[in-house]
Structure formats: structure tokens, C-alpha cells
């Protein structure tokens, strides 16, 4: 599965267009990550704990989207985009999605 | 007596935070400028397309950032938020963000084998309570910034194999 977010698969041609194909999942953070993040807060700097459950998250959400996109019989995803948003307090929801297409 | 001890505690515990929260804050500029020197021939741009190339291979790349700032910031920026203007502090914050998680998502093309980087996009997000009062406990922001990682077809091997 080749991804791309700019509209074409840069190299290839693309043969057909299958339409949108979509992942996302809804995460929220846990006590234990929370309570350390919060005691980094007072300190400034990165948060890891954070930064490493968007990351899977968001990884999630690419899986599940590539999941689709193979369902639909595609071997390509172009035009991937991300989105975040916070839907609750402390939840967050990861979507992506893209154009389902296949390539030679 | 007692006043005096809660400003007192409250004094000590901003200086230690501006203290470390100062010297979190050097060292990582000190690892971007680093690491930005061994990427630093790894193009990145947001064209779309690139005239004229014959490109080998592509991958989606991509990388993020969670940071935050520390309490004593904080606080000055909620201060200076009285009169407006300019807040320094998270001038810095947000820029080592941004070059960290540009740095991380250059890492990743690196690994894949791509020389260049083309359809840059970058997504701010912040992750904050809107709770007001437990508005201390998450300040941070994420920085998420992704792109397409290409190959061109007639470069030999990396440069840093």
C-alpha cells in the first residue's frame, strides 16, 4: 500500500479512482500518563507520554484507513490528510483520509 | 508570618521551575541544531510536484510533537496577557516544536531510503482542558507536520547510509 499526500502517486499513474477512504479512531489519555504529563507541565518541555499516544493513535487511524482502501481493492492512497479534534474533555478524536485509488 | 511563607514557597517554586524549565529548553535547542546540521541536505518543500524529476519510489511520512511550557512562562505570558502584545515566551515554545517534529518527520524519510520531502503540510493542535480550573494540569500543544518522502530516480545512493 503506497501513501502519498499530494494528488497523484509521484512516478505512477493512477489507473482508477475508488473514491474516499477513511480511519479514525477516539482516544483519551490515562491516569497514570496524565499525572506524569502533568508534573512535566510544571517544568515545560516535551511531553513523551503524549507524544507517543497521538502517535499511535494516529497510526491507528492510517491502518484502519488503509484497511478500507484494501477492502475497496486499492493498492494506493493519495491526498492523505490528517485531522484532530478534541470531541470531549480529555478525549481526542484522530481521522484520516484519503482517495482510494490503484496504480500500476 | 504565614503570608509571608505562601509567597515565599510560591516565589521558590517559580524560580526552580523557570530554572529547569530554562534548562530543558537549551538542551533541546542545543539537540535541534544537531541534528538539523546531519538532515541538512534533506530538502523539504510544499510544492506538489516537481518539474522535470523522475521519481523512484514515495512513502507518507510524518511527525509530531507534544510540548509544553514551564510554569513560571506561564505565568509571566498570563500576566503580560493583561496589557497584550507580543508573548515572548512562547515564541521559543512553539518554534522548537515546529523544528523538532520537522526533524522527526526528516528521520523517518531518512530511514525509507528518500532524499527530499515534497507536499509539507503542518497541523496545530492544542490539548488543553478548557476546564478553568483545571486549566494547569494539560497546557501542552501539538505540533504534527506530514508529507510525501521521494526518491528521485536518478540519485545514487544516500548520503548517509
Known amino acids: ?104 | 508570618m504565614e503570608l509571608a511563607i505562601q509567597l515565599g514557597a510560591l516565589v521558590v517554586f517559580l524560580m526552580a521551575s523557570y530554572g529547569i524549565g530554562s534548562w530543558i529548553e537549551a538542551r533541546h535547542y542545543k539537540k535541534i541544531r544537531e541534528t538539523e546540521e546531519v538532515f541538512a541536505d534533506l530538502i523539504v518543500t510544499n510544492l506538489t510536484t516537481l518539474p522535470n524529476q523522475k521519481i523512484e519510489h514515495c512513502a507518507l511520512v510524518k511527525g509530531n510533537v507534544v510540548i509544553s511550557l514551564d510554569y513560571f512562562k506561564r505565568f509571566i505570558a498570563g500576566l503580560r496577557m493583561l496589557f497584550g502584545g507580543r508573548l515572548v515566551a512562547y515564541e521559543p515554545l512553539l518554534d522548537r516544536a515546529r523544528r523538532e517534529a520537522i526533524l522527526r518527520m526528516k528521520a523517518q524519510a531518512k530511514t525509507k531510503g528518500c532524499d527530499m520531502i515534497i507536499n509539507f503540510r503542518m497541523e496545530t493542535s492544542r490539548l488543553a482542558n478548557d476546564n478553568q480550573q483545571r486549566n494547569n494540569n494539560t497546557a501542552g500543544v501539538e505540533i504534527l507536520v506530514y508529507g510525501t518522502a521521494i526518491k528521485l530516480a536518478h540519485s545514487n545512493d544516500t548520503i548517509h547510509p
Open chain 1, 1 to 104: 500500500m503506497i501513501l502519498s499526500n499530494t494528488e497523484t502517486i509521484p512516478g505512477k499513474t493512477v489507473l482508477e479512482i475508488y473514491g474516499v477512504a477513511s480511519g479514525s479512531t477516539v482516544r483519551a489519555k490515562h491516569v497514570g500518563r496524565d499525572f506524569m504529563a502533568g508534573l512535566k507541565n510544571l517544568v515545560g518541555g516535551e511531553l513523551k507520554g503524549y507524544t507517543e499516544l497521538l502517535q499511535d493513535a494516529r497510526q491507528e487511524a492510517v491502518d484502519r484507513m488503509i484497511a478500507q482502501a484494501e477492502s475497496m481493492g486499492a493498492n494506493a492512497v493519495v491526498n492523505v490528510r490528517f485531522s484532530t479534534s478534541s470531541i470531549a474533555q480529555g478525549a481526542a478524536e484522530l481521522f484520516a483520509y484519503g482517495t482510494a485509488v490503484r496504480v500500476e
